[in-house]
């Protein structure tokens, strides 16, 4: 079992900074790829970013390329989403996740672990 406490949510103003942090606790961290997805009111769970065991490797969805980054710490156990330059449509709440297969991956059906969530609105 892995798991998932999100952290860092709240509201913020499009156009500043946010950092979101996703720390594990359970089975071996580092064997694990981590992802971020996010679901907005009356949306499908979308997904956001991903980052292989190493943190080697990076995935990201069209809509947050270039404006957030993810990281990871596998000495601390935790995973970072940096949003810079949020948008109001960036509103949701964001939970990561953990798959044990270690690689990248868009589909929600590769991470057997999730966590709670946490909500993140920006204002225009």
């Known amino acids: 079992q892995v798991q998932l406490v999100e952290s860092g949510g709240g509201l913020v103003q499009a156009g500043d900074s946010l950092r979101l942090s996703c720390a594990a606790s359970?089975?071996?961290?580092?064997?694990?790829?981590m992802g971020w997805f996010r679901q907005a009111p009356g949306k499908e769970r979308e997904f956001v970013a991903a980052i292989n065991w190493s943190g080697g490797s990076t995935l990201y969805a069209d809509s947050v390329k270039d404006r957030f980054t993810i990281s990871r710490d596998n000495a601390k156990n935790t995973v970072y989403l940096q949003m810079n330059s949020p948008k109001p449509e960036d509103t949701a709440v964001y939970s990561c996740a953990a798959g044990s297969t270690g690689w990248t991956s868009r589909q929600q059906y590769e991470y057997e672990y999730w966590g709670q969530g946490t909500q993140v609105t920006v204002s225009s």
């Open positions: 359970g089975r071996t961290f580092s064997n694990y790829a």
